[in-house]
């Protein structure tokens, strides 16, 4: 797993990402144990100084010492390194004009995309770094063409394969992922084994920045946000009134739990039309979508595949892949699904499986609608 | 490694480490006992009172042990300021001082005093004119000597005439002047100083605050008599006993240190120039301690060029860290008017005792690869692979 380009019987030289969290930290100190260089480093994304103080965050105060505990038990330097400015500009504004134009956003791949596969990479060089390693669960490999190859962890329960779709094909020349073929205990128990003091951290569920998962209350409170608050109307398939809703912002595509409606059928969001500040509601089999459209897509693969291409995609982060075609892929892609799938969310991606590789993804533009 | 980052702290001198030993193995009584024991170690820290108050210019009898810099500003500031109590509840601390000042001052506003800032020009000089201007009731005035980013000398005497002129009194931070140019209390007319051992060849955790006889100053830690009344806590014997040491080694090389410290820093900073002409060098106009260079390279992040430079076995200082450690644009640098798009490139060069002219030299060379590196980090998202 560890390769050394040059090939002349040093160590190799890592680049470490460090979030704080176990999974992260143990991955440094795995390279470290098996007598890589390392330099670990921990990206300050946020000021901590005001965000809600959770032992379930990853970036807190609390997290970067855990992380620097680390880097001082193997033995490594560690530094802090400021990218507030890359954070709200790339991840945070999208996240919220995501919000506000009623899609539902998936930030941390932008994460991954700018800032540990795009700011950090570009830091490699800076400090003579071979590679840069982090703690996503997922595996690189090269196959005998040349190519290389993102692919599933072998822990399905954990594969982090989906977040990393938007990493730049190049980077995966350049990048290792020490857990992609442990499962987490064995994650935890390298953890203890190595004298860790994070190795039994509670695990992080929700995104980094909101740790109480109330994003329409962040978005509010600590961003200054108006957009998408707005009362308006909850509409049915016939675009008749059937309610009010809270503001768009507190809605996604597939949400049934807090709607405040009442029928003879549970009512689930079946789109959200932030033009008309409408939530458009129905019962479940209306949440159904032959297929789908993407904006751009970020291919991991040398060559985009062929229109026709048998694939499994993912729509979601937990969303178990389904049978797909591929009808058209380029700059942004369609596919059919062999069949429909419920709560397609423009904003989450659309990432495309071929076996355990990943091909590619994007952000999802729009649901296909039935035929008529 | 080369280290270049002397006004963080600076190696103890072999002959500080010897004399510390051999008071950690000698003098184990309570320099406070009354016994022929605890009169040994008496002796030794009054030894080093003589020492220190040699380096500034001040009596025996007007130092004070303290734990260090933060704890020498805190008793200076706020004892002087609660002494004059009566006269006022406002105090005014230049816009350049260390934390450890402006942390005083944080306690000064917790008990409802207000803080002014005195602002400096764009060489990080305080504009003492505006003392005269300061509301009546204003009683103390901080200025530090030299400050700890730019090495920029500030003018403590005018601002200490200034001061008295209207009946307020002067606080001195000396802690990264002393030791590196002359010190002396009475010509600079300062009413408090502070000075710090682990900056002049001294262990960490050992400081001493100078109070000008008949000043009016109260102390901050009390209930028991040590130091005259002045500092509660048995006092840290052998951290003192090698600050003294520390103190009349530092005196003693100071000319001939002084003149050899500029001329290297001279030849970093035509390496810096060579290596990026386009360099802006803080506080190059202003009188300077001789081993001090605080520079900003256009596009080259201090976050990454520290990085780069320490990989490079090169150590710096990037100025200001926040809780986190991450680097910060300096307010030191944001009083002076450096822009934030400069400030948070600057990077602080402090050459030493053990610092030599191959020192200077390799990290000359190392500077270049490491400015080429960090600016290709820095170059704006867009334009990377």
Same mark, same amino acid.
């Given at each position: 797993?560890?390769?050394?380009?040059?090939?002349?019987?040093?160590?190799?030289?890592?680049?470490?990402?460090?979030?704080?969290?176990?999974?992260?930290?143990?991955?440094?100190?795995?390279?470290?144990?098996?007598?890589?260089?390392?330099?670990?480093?921990?990206?300050?994304?946020?000021?901590?100084?005001?965000?809600?103080?959770?032992?379930?965050?990853?970036?807190?105060?609390?997290?970067?010492?855990?992380?620097?505990?680390?880097?001082?038990?193997?033995?490594?330097?560690?530094?802090?390194?400021?990218?507030?400015?890359?954070?709200?500009?790339?991840?945070?504004?999208? +996240?919220?004009?995501?919000?506000?134009?009623?899609?539902?956003?998936?930030?941390?791949?932008?994460?991954?995309?700018?800032?540990? +596969?795009?700011?950090?990479?570009?830091?490699?060089?800076?400090?003579?770094?071979?590679?840069?390693?982090?703690?996503?669960?997922?595996?690189?490999?090269?196959?005998?063409?040349?190519?290389?190859?993102?692919?599933?962890?072998?822990?399905?329960?954990?594969?982090?394969?989906?977040?990393?779709?938007?990493?730049?094909?190049?980077?995966?020349?350049?990048?290792?992922?020490?857990?992609?073929?442990?499962?987490?205990?064995?994650?935890?128990?390298?953890?203890?084994?190595?004298?860790?003091?994070?190795?039994?951290?509670?695990?992080?569920?929700?995104?980094? +920045?909101?740790?109480?998962?109330?994003?329409?209350?962040?978005?509010?409170?600590?961003?200054?946000?108006?957009?998408?608050?707005?009362?308006?109307?909850?509409?049915?398939?016939?675009?008749?009134?059937?309610?009010?809703?809270?503001?768009?912002?507190?809605?996604?595509?597939?949400?049934?739990?807090?709607?405040?409606?009442?029928?003879?059928?549970?009512?689930?969001?079946?789109?959200?039309?932030?033009?008309?500040?409408?939530?458009?509601?129905?019962?479940?089999?209306?949440?159904?979508?032959?297929?789908?459209?993407?904006?751009?897509?970020?291919?991991?693969?040398?060559?985009?595949?062929?229109?026709?291409?048998?694939?499994?995609?993912?729509?979601?982060?937990?969303?178990?892949?389904?049978?797909?075609?591929?009808?058209?892929?380029?700059?942004?892609?369609?596919?059919?699904?062999?069949?429909?799938?419920?709560?397609?969310?423009?904003?989450?991606?659309?990432?495309?499986?071929?076996?355990?590789?990943?091909?590619?993804?994007?952000?999802?533009?729009?649901?296909?609608?039935?035929?008529? | 490694?080369?280290?270049?980052?002397?006004?963080?702290?600076?190696? /103890?001198?072999? *002959?500080? %480490?010897?004399?510390?030993?051999?008071?950690?193995?000698?003098?184990?009584?309570?320099?406070?006992?009354?016994?022929?024991?605890?009169?040994?170690?008496?002796?030794?820290? *009054?030894?080093?009172?003589?020492?220190?108050?040699?380096?500034?210019?001040?009596?025996?009898?007007?130092?004070?042990?303290?734990?260090?810099?933060?704890?020498?500003?805190?008793?200076?500031?706020?004892?002087?300021?609660?002494?004059?109590?009566?006269?006022?509840?406002?105090?005014?601390?230049?816009?350049?001082?260390?934390?450890?000042?402006?942390?005083?001052?944080?306690?000064?506003?917790?008990?409802?005093?207000?803080?002014?800032?005195?602002?400096?020009? &764009?060489?990080?000089?305080?504009?003492?004119?505006?003392?005269?201007?300061?509301?009546?009731?204003?009683?103390?005035?901080?200025?530090?000597?030299?400050?700890?980013?730019?090495?920029?000398?500030?003018?403590?005497?005018?601002?200490?005439?200034?001061?008295?002129?209207?009946?307020?009194?002067?606080?001195?931070?000396?802690?990264?002047?002393? #030791?590196?140019?002359?010190?002396?209390?009475? =010509?600079?007319?300062?009413?408090? $100083?502070?000075?710090?051992?682990?900056?002049?060849? &001294?262990?960490?955790?050992?400081?001493?605050?100078?109070?000008?006889?008949?000043?009016?100053?109260?102390?901050?830690?009390?209930?028991?008599?040590?130091?005259?009344?002045?500092?509660?806590?048995?006092?840290?014997?052998? &951290?003192?006993?090698?600050?003294?040491?520390?103190?009349?080694?530092?005196?003693?090389? $100071?000319?001939?240190?002084?003149?050899?410290?500029?001329?290297?820093?001279? %030849?970093?900073?035509?390496?810096?120039? %060579?290596?990026?002409?386009?360099? /802006?060098?803080? #506080?190059?106009?202003?009188?300077?301690?001789?081993?001090?260079?605080?520079?900003?390279?256009?596009?080259?992040?201090?976050?990454?060029?520290?990085?780069?430079?320490?990989? %490079?076995?090169?150590?710096?200082?990037? #100025?200001?860290?926040?809780?986190?450690?991450?680097?910060?644009? =300096?307010? /030191?640098?944001?009083?002076?008017?450096?822009?934030?798009?400069?400030?948070?490139?600057?990077?602080?060069?402090?050459?030493?005792?053990?610092?030599?002219?191959?020192?200077?030299?390799?990290?000359?060379?190392?500077?270049?690869?490491?400015?080429?590196?960090?600016?290709?980090?820095?170059?704006?998202?867009?334009?990377?692979?």
């Amino acid at each position: 797993m560890i390769r050394d380009p040059r090939g002349e019987g040093r160590p190799l030289k890592v680049l470490a990402a460090m979030s704080g969290g176990v999974d992260s930290g143990v991955a440094a100190a795995l390279l470290a144990e098996r007598g890589c260089d390392v330099t670990g480093v921990t990206l300050k994304l946020w000021c901590y100084g005001s965000s809600p103080v959770s032992p379930r965050a990853c970036c807190t105060l609390d997290a970067i010492d855990d992380a620097r505990g680390v880097a001082r038990r193997m033995g490594f330097p560690h530094y802090v390194v400021d990218a507030e400015d890359v954070f709200r500009e790339r991840v945070l504004q999208p +996240f919220l004009d995501d919000y506000a134009n009623g899609r539902t956003p998936y930030p941390c791949a932008l994460c991954n995309q700018h800032l540990k +596969f795009g700011d950090l990479v570009s830091r490699m060089d800076a400090i003579g770094a071979e590679v840069l390693a982090t703690g996503h669960y997922a595996r690189v490999s090269r196959d005998e063409t040349g190519e290389w190859r993102l692919e599933r962890a072998l822990d399905p329960a954990k594969d982090q394969s989906y977040s990393l779709a938007l990493m730049p094909y190049a980077a995966l020349a350049r990048v290792v992922f020490p857990l992609g073929t442990l499962v987490k205990d064995e994650v935890r128990a390298h953890g203890r084994r190595l004298d860790l003091t994070l190795w039994d951290k509670p695990e992080s569920q929700d995104l980094c +920045f909101v740790p109480d998962g109330d994003y329409a209350g962040f978005a509010a409170d600590k961003l200054g946000e108006t957009r998408g608050t707005r009362e308006g109307a909850f509409v049915d398939g016939g675009g008749r009134e059937v309610g009010r809703h809270r503001g768009i912002f507190h809605y996604t595509v597939g949400q049934r739990r807090g709607l405040g409606l009442s029928g003879p059928q549970p009512l689930y969001v079946i789109g959200i039309d932030a033009a008309r500040n409408a939530v458009q509601v129905g019962p479940r089999e209306s949440l159904g979508s032959p297929g789908l459209e993407t904006d751009s897509v970020n291919w991991l693969m040398s060559r985009p595949p062929e229109p026709g291409t048998r694939v499994e995609v993912r729509i979601r982060s937990h969303h178990v892949p389904a049978a797909a075609t591929l009808e058209a892929a380029g700059a942004s892609a369609r596919v059919r699904f062999d069949e429909p799938q419920a709560a397609v969310a423009p904003g989450q991606l659309a990432v495309f499986y071929a076996g355990d590789r990943v091909l590619g993804g994007g952000p999802i533009a729009r649901a296909l609608q039935p035929a008529a | 490694m080369i280290y270049l980052d002397h006004n963080a702290s600076t190696p /103890v001198r072999p *002959e500080v %480490r010897e004399a510390m030993d051999a008071a950690l193995g000698d003098l184990h009584a309570n320099p406070s006992s009354l016994h022929r024991e605890g009169q040994r170690a008496r002796a030794a820290i *009054e030894r080093a009172r003589e020492q220190i108050a040699a380096l500034v210019g001040a009596r025996p009898d007007e130092v004070a042990f303290a734990s260090g810099g933060t704890e020498g500003d805190h008793a200076g500031l706020v004892g002087l300021a609660w002494a004059a109590e009566s006269r006022g509840r406002r105090v005014a601390i230049s816009a350049v001082e260390h934390h450890a000042v402006h942390g005083a001052g944080d306690v000064l506003h917790r008990l409802g005093y207000t803080i002014e800032h005195l602002a400096v020009d &764009g060489e990080g000089r305080v504009l003492t004119d505006a003392i005269a201007a300061l509301p009546a009731d204003t009683t103390v005035v901080a200025l530090m000597l030299a400050n700890n980013e730019t090495g920029v000398i500030e003018p403590v005497a005018a601002a200490a005439a200034a001061a008295h002129a209207r009946g307020a009194r002067l606080h001195c931070d000396a802690v990264q002047a002393a #030791g590196k140019v002359p010190v002396d209390m009475a =010509s600079l007319g300062a009413d408090t $100083l502070v000075i710090s051992a682990h900056k002049l060849g &001294g262990p960490k955790g050992v400081g001493a605050l100078i109070v000008r006889r008949d000043t009016p100053w109260e102390p901050l830690f009390r209930g028991s008599g040590h130091e005259r009344g002045r500092r509660g806590g048995t006092e840290n014997l052998a &951290g003192i006993v090698g600050f003294g040491i520390a103190a009349e080694l530092a005196m003693r090389d $100071l000319a001939a240190e002084s003149v050899r410290l500029a001329g290297l820093r001279d %030849r970093l900073e035509a390496a810096l120039r %060579r290596a990026a002409p386009d360099a /802006v060098i803080h #506080g190059a106009a202003a009188p300077r301690l001789p081993n001090t260079t605080n520079v900003s390279i256009p596009g080259a992040r201090s976050d990454h060029l520290l990085m780069a430079l320490d990989a %490079r076995g090169i150590a710096v200082s990037a #100025g200001a860290a926040c809780a986190s450690g991450a680097v910060e644009p =300096s307010p /030191v640098l944001s009083a002076m008017g450096v822009p934030r798009a400069l400030a948070v490139c600057a990077l602080r060069f402090s050459l030493g005792r053990t610092t030599t002219a191959a020192d200077v030299e390799r990290a000359g060379a190392g500077l270049t690869e490491a400015i080429h590196a960090a600016r290709a980090v820095t170059a704006p998202a867009g334009a990377r692979p």
